[in-house]
T-cell receptor, first 113, second 113 residues
Framework: SQQGEEDPQALSIQEGENATMNCSYKTSINNLQWYRQNSGRGLVHLILIRSNEREKHSGRLRVTLDTSKKSSSLLITASRAADTASYFCATDDRGSNDYKLSFGAGTTVTVRA | ETGVTQSPTHLIKTRGQQVTLRCSSQSGHNTVSWYQQALGQGPQFIFQYYREEENGRGNFPPRFSGLQFPNYSSELNVNALELDDSALYLC????????????FGPGTRLTVL
């Protein structure tokens, strides 16, 4: 079963606009990570936020984490056509010591030129 | 580029056959995990290897097995292939005892006819 759930399932925006997607999870976690996947290829790591952090930035990416609500958001600012991809959040279960990642079904983002 | 490589890129097999997929971990990473990603879904954890032993397993039957070699490369073996085994198979490597990023390879696309 999948731990995380991304929302929305799909998002279509104009180039230059911001894209926001959300992730909810069920168990206590060590970290939450966001990955990007282009056209069914490998996953590219975007950003990791630890359970004691609330916000993190990396370039045009901003991630927030609310452990009380078991949720995270990923904001991509000033989107570009190259941002077209599927985005996944992944969590590792604090109760487990194997650090396996549990993924949601992803948000498919389309950036229109 | 993550430094994690996988082979082959694509593979077509028929039901009942056996398949071996290969992964070469990123330098310095001694833990490797395998994930199965069905079309339109997020990756699902299969198992993890550390020091050539399996030390974590997801909800997959015993016909999914693996090996890790002293150079930290790894194999995923699937026996008695079923149609539902058609998926993208991803391997990921990381440093052990580090709650940090897992780096994914480009994946092997397996089609079972």
């Amino acid at each position: 079963s999948q731990q995380g759930e991304e929302d929305p399932q799909a998002l279509s925006i104009q180039e230059g606009e911001n894209a926001t997607m959300n992730c909810s999870y069920k168990t206590s976690i060590n970290n939450l990570q966001w990955y990007r996947q282009n056209s069914g290829r490998g996953l590219v790591h975007l950003i990791l936020i630890r359970s004691n952090e609330r916000e993190k930035h990396s370039g045009r990416l901003r991630v927030t984490l609310d452990t009380s609500k078991k949720s995270s958001s990923l904001l991509i600012t000033a989107s570009r056509a190259a941002d077209t991809a599927s985005y996944f959040c992944a969590t590792d279960d604090r109760g487990s010591n194997d650090y396996k990642l549990s993924f949601g079904a992803g948000t498919t983002v389309t950036v229109r030129a | 580029e993550t430094g994690v490589t996988q082979s082959p890129t694509h593979l077509i097999k028929t039901r009942g056959q056996q398949v071996t997929l290969r992964c070469s971990s990123q330098s310095g990473h001694n833990t490797v995990s395998w994930y199965q990603q069905a079309l339109g879904q997020g990756p699902q954890f299969i198992f993890q290897y550390y020091r050539e032993e399996e030390n974590g397993r997801g909800n997959f039957p015993p016909r999914f097995s693996g090996l890790q070699f002293p150079n930290y490369s790894s194999e995923l073996n699937v026996n008695a292939l079923e149609l539902d085994d058609s998926a993208l198979y991803l391997c990921a490597s990381r440093r052990v005892h580090a709650t940090d990023t897992q780096y994914f390879g480009p994946g092997t696309r397996l089609t079972v006819l």
